[in-house]
């Protein structure tokens, strides 16, 4: 179903099941509930910032049976940005390499929509804990004027259907910040270092005290997870001036796809 320029997903593909012996044919699925926020798609969102002057193009290729995806991030502006690590694919800069002469690196979450229709192919590849946290060192940094590229199989991450359609690719968001990102973090959180004191609650025993016993007014202590940060997360306010971030998706490709002439991840080696 399309609406203006949304497409709305309805539909899955891709999940075989295993019946001991061989895997079961794919077969078109409804999307579940929890792929509600992955089900409408702009397909002419911008993939270009001013604010940030960052580009994210996406190239597809069809070669020896699979299909490259390459994404190639350009920093054009003035100013540094930062990607978290965790939504590139792992093993990037390995010195191993598959047939095509790129990294074997590996998907660790989606990182793209492949549709066709009103279709999405299921991801069927890994889920990465890459650990870590939004300390400025697990982020990577991008200079002005640099530029990243990588690579990946898709069809090592998705089933594509087994004849000729037209679909849709593009990636998933880039979270990207800048510098004054980390400064407005570094502050929010030193400030609530301070201000955000532990709040315990006391309950009274039954017993009558004196002064000297008076430690035992409280029978113990309950911690609770309050305090003023939780006050201003009920005002939406989280330390963070949205200025200093975007989200930012590549270009959307449309190509043609034979899926007989593309090597499936269940194909045995």
């Given at each position: 179903?399309?609406?203006?320029?949304?497409?709305?997903m309805?539909?899955?593909?891709?999940?075989?099941?295993?019946?001991?012996?061989?895997?079961e044919?794919?077969?078109?699925?409804?999307?579940?509930?929890r792929?509600d926020?992955?089900?409408?798609?702009?397909?002419?969102?911008?993939?270009?910032?001013?604010?940030?002057?960052?580009?994210?193009?996406?190239s597809i290729?069809?070669?020896?049976?699979d299909?490259?995806?390459?994404?190639?991030?350009?920093?054009?502006?003035?100013?540094?940005?930062?990607?978290?690590?965790?939504?590139?694919?792992?093993?990037l800069?390995?010195?191993?390499?598959n047939?095509?002469?790129?990294?074997?690196?590996?998907?660790?979450?989606?990182?793209?929509?492949?549709?066709?229709?009103?279709?999405?192919?299921?991801?069927l590849g890994?889920?990465?804990?890459?650990?870590?946290?939004?300390?400025?060192?697990?982020?990577?940094?991008?200079q002005?004027?640099?530029?990243?590229?990588?690579?990946?199989?898709?069809?090592?991450?998705?089933e594509?259907?087994?004849?000729?359609?037209?679909?849709?690719i593009?990636?998933?968001?880039?979270?990207?910040?800048?510098?004054?990102?980390?400064?407005?973090?570094?502050?929010?959180?030193?400030?609530f270092?301070?201000i955000?004191?532990?709040?315990?609650?006391?309950?009274?025993?039954?017993?009558?005290?004196?002064?000297?016993?008076?430690?035992r007014?409280?029978?113990?202590?309950?911690?609770?997870?309050?305090?003023?940060?939780?006050i201003?997360?009920?005002?939406?306010?989280?330390?963070?001036?949205?200025?200093?971030?975007?989200?930012?998706?590549?270009?959307q490709?449309?190509?043609?796809?034979?899926?007989?002439?593309?090597?499936?991840l269940?194909?045995?080696?």
């Open positions: 179903m399309v609406a203006g320029d949304l497409t709305v309805k539909y899955g593909y891709g999940k075989r099941g295993f019946n001991g012996k061989e895997y044919k794919a077969e078109v699925h409804l999307l579940n509930e792929f926020e992955n089900t409408i798609f702009d397909f002419k969102k911008a993939y270009k910032n001013k604010k940030f002057n960052a580009d994210v193009g996406l290729a069809q070669k020896n049976n299909i490259l995806a390459m994404v190639t991030i350009k920093n054009l502006g003035a100013e540094t940005f930062y990607i978290r690590k965790i939504e590139f694919p792992r093993y800069l390995s010195k191993k390499t047939k095509h002469g790129i990294a074997k690196s590996m998907l660790c979450g989606s990182g793209f929509f492949v549709t066709t229709s009103n279709i999405l192919l299921d991801y890994s889920i990465c804990d890459y650990g870590g946290n939004f300390d400025k060192e697990y982020w990577a940094e991008f002005p004027g640099e530029t990243f590229s990588y690579t990946v199989i898709l069809n090592d991450n998705f594509f259907f087994p004849d000729k359609k037209h679909y849709e593009g990636t998933a968001g880039y979270n990207l910040v800048n510098d004054e990102w980390f400064v407005d973090r570094d502050i929010y959180n030193y400030l270092t301070i955000d004191m532990e709040i315990y609650d006391c309950y009274l025993t039954g017993e009558t005290v004196y002064a000297y016993k008076y430690s007014l409280c029978g113990g202590y309950q911690y609770k997870e309050e305090g003023m940060k939780n201003f997360y009920l005002v939406d306010f989280d330390g963070i001036n949205n200025d200093n971030e975007i989200n930012i998706m590549s270009n490709v449309s190509v043609e796809i034979d899926g007989r002439k593309v090597n499936s269940f194909d045995e080696d």
